[in-house]
């Protein structure tokens, strides 16, 4: 009988080895390729579902359909450049000095005690109004109260309309620098007219006063030609007053100390190197803070290069079932949101199992730091009503004013063009 069973020797070892070879090399490099294209199809998808070929067709863009290109972006496409480029923007306006001695005056960003629930309580109703449409009940709420906060340092000229314009802008400047420095990508005249659009909205909600732009009284033909107004705006203003003043270092070390305020006792030198690294010359000159060394900068620099690299051809596009949400979509029982991660303090998160028990609950047990549902009620563990969201002297209050505002938003923010 003839035997065909295969005998190994070294020669069909090697013919096997080598054939592996010969279809392993196409898949990495078709890999990268194939991430690549799959990493731009949302891009084009975008484009192609939000028809404005033109322009000029920017002009018809509403506030509903900006937000939703604005949503992908934030969620899906962008989500950790475009919250810290929010954070940022909000760090930034501490380099002016109007702005910088009123929040030292009020404590909220200066002292410890009180700085870590401000930061939390701003993050709160920014979300807030990112995340939801401009038409709904929590952007109205989220609106409204955040109205309602400044309303009293408005009328008295303790907050100068100016500075609340210069902070709307970099809203909507710093996720764009953000992301044309840092991400695998660039952003598209589209995308940029739907952030312009969606802060312009914004902008109004809040009663801000555009007449300091040149289009301001006569109006913007869309949220390109209104965010090309107000970045060069934004630019001149801070040429004239993004200066040193003692009140600049204060509220930034507080803040820089919530940055770092995660890591580790022995990285936290490290931490506000690379804080110093993000600023440019003219905000650390205003802030009195050391350029970050060459070495760090290197380094720095080189691990972001890195991370655009790995995310364009190495990662595959976020899925929407892992869609950047930092609260909770629909309120509890008792009409209540929690924030669903978190920075620093563990301001309005459910002590759920997840939460005290999670990899991340063990990193913060580790470093000492407070988890979720320590220290009684401190923490707010039963998470926020948005019109309670602010200082603890302003719980409870503001209801009437808001009210007014939020009746006014049912004509005027419907979620329409808001050029029109």
């Given at each position: 009988m003839e035997n065909n069973t295969s005998i190994y020797t070294p020669e069909t070892s090697k013919i096997s080895a080598w054939d592996a070879v010969i279809y392993i090399i196409p898949v990495l490099l078709a890999y990268p390729l194939l991430t690549s294209l799959f990493r731009f199809r949302r891009h084009h998808n975008l484009h192609k579902h939000y028809h404005f070929p033109t322009r000029d067709s920017f002009s018809r863009m509403t506030d509903d359909q900006a937000w939703e290109i604005q949503k992908v972006l934030a969620q899906l496409e962008f989500p950790f450049i475009y919250i810290k480029a929010l954070q940022f923007a909000l760090f930034r306006t501490y380099g002016i000095p109007s702005i910088s001695t009123v929040l030292t005056k009020t404590t909220q960003f200066s002292h410890p005690a009180t700085s870590l629930k401000r930061y939390s309580d701003t993050s709160a109703l920014i979300q807030e109004f990112i995340a939801h449409s401009p038409s709904s009940h929590r952007a109205y709420t989220s609106l409204a109260r955040t109205r309602f906060l400044h309303a009293a340092y408005r009328s008295s000229g303790t907050i100068r309309e100016d500075d609340m314009l210069y902070t709307l802008s970099l809203f909507a400047i710093q996720p764009i620098r953000f992301i044309e420095k840092f991400e695998w990508r660039g952003l598209s005249d589209l995308e940029k007219c739907a952030i312009g659009t969606f802060w312009k909205s914004v902008g109004d909600a809040l009663g801000i006063d555009y007449k300091a732009l040149p289009s301001g009284t006569l109006g913007f033909k869309d949220g390109l030609h209104w965010l090309e107004e107000i970045t060069s705006w934004s630019d001149v203003y801070e040429e004239r007053f993004m200066v040193f003043h003692i009140k600049n270092k204060e509220t930034a070390d507080q803040t820089t100390a919530m940055l770092v305020y995660m890591l580790?006792?022995?990285?936290?030198?490290?931490?506000?190197?690379?804080?110093?690294?993000?600023?440019?010359?003219?905000?650390?000159?205003?802030?009195?803070?050391?350029?970050?060394?060459?070495?760090?900068?290197?380094?720095?620099?080189?691990?972001?290069d890195t991370r655009r690299f790995v995310l364009r051809y190495l990662t595959p596009p976020r899925p929407y079932f892992m869609r950047y949400m930092s609260l909770t979509e629909t309120p509890d029982e008792n009409n209540r949101i929690f924030m669903t991660q978190w920075d620093a303090a563990p301001y309005y998160v459910r002590p759920s199992v997840w939460n005290r028990w999670s990899?991340?609950?063990?990193?913060?047990?580790?470093?000492?730091?407070?988890?979720?549902?320590?220290?009684?009620?401190?923490?707010?563990?039963?998470?926020?009503?948005?019109?309670?969201?602010?200082?603890?002297?302003?719980?409870?209050?503001?209801?009437?004013?808001?009210?007014?505002?939020?009746?006014?938003?049912?004509?005027?923010?419907?979620?329409?063009?808001?050029?029109?």
């Open positions: 580790p006792q022995y990285l936290h030198h490290v931490g506000l190197k690379f804080v110093s690294f993000m600023m440019d010359d003219r905000l650390r000159k205003a802030m009195l803070y050391d350029a970050s060394p060459p070495l760090y900068t290197m380094i720095f620099s080189t691990l972001l990899p991340t609950a063990w990193v913060t047990w580790v470093l000492g730091r407070p988890l979720p549902g320590d220290e009684g009620e401190k923490y707010y563990p039963h998470g926020y009503r948005i019109e309670d969201v602010g200082p603890r002297y302003f719980e409870g209050k503001g209801g009437k004013s808001m009210e007014g505002f939020m009746e006014e938003y049912k004509t005027a923010r419907t979620g329409g063009c808001p050029f029109h």
